[in-house]
């Protein structure tokens, strides 16, 4: 069983900034990455970025240059730092770890979102 657990949602003026925090828990033998997707009513989830355990980073072009997802491995979190927020970029953020089990099984689960809304 893992847990995902998300904070730092909220409502913030367009140009504003908020950080998303994910720290998993649980039976995790490896986590291979942990990243970040968004889904707004009507729309499908889509991804926004994501940090393999070596850092390496792959971001959506909607937010290149003013998103930046960073990692802690000793603490199984990862961050999301949201600047010159949109309102398009209103959402729910879900979590995501991919890797192993202590069983050697694969893992991937997802957070329970946090609601980020940005106002015009």
């Known amino acids: 069983q893992v847990q995902l657990v998300e904070s730092g949602g909220g409502l913030v003026q367009a140009g504003g900034s908020l950080r998303l925090s994910c720290a998993a828990s649980?039976?995790?033998?490896?986590?291979?990455?942990m990243g970040w997707y968004r889904q707004a009513p009507g729309d499908q989830r889509e991804l926004v970025a994501t940090?393999?355990?070596?850092?390496?980073?792959n971001y959506a072009d909607s937010v290149k240059g003013r998103f930046t997802i960073s990692r802690d491995n000793a603490k199984n979190t990862v961050y999301l730092q949201m600047n010159s927020l949109k309102p398009e970029d209103t959402a729910v953020y879900y979590c995501n770890l991919e890797g192993q089990d202590d069983t050697g099984g694969p893992l991937w689960y997802w957070g329970q979102g946090t609601q980020v809304t940005v106002s015009s």
């Open positions: 940090i393999t355990s070596g850092g390496r980073t």
């Open positions: 649980g039976s995790i033998f490896r986590i291979n990455a």
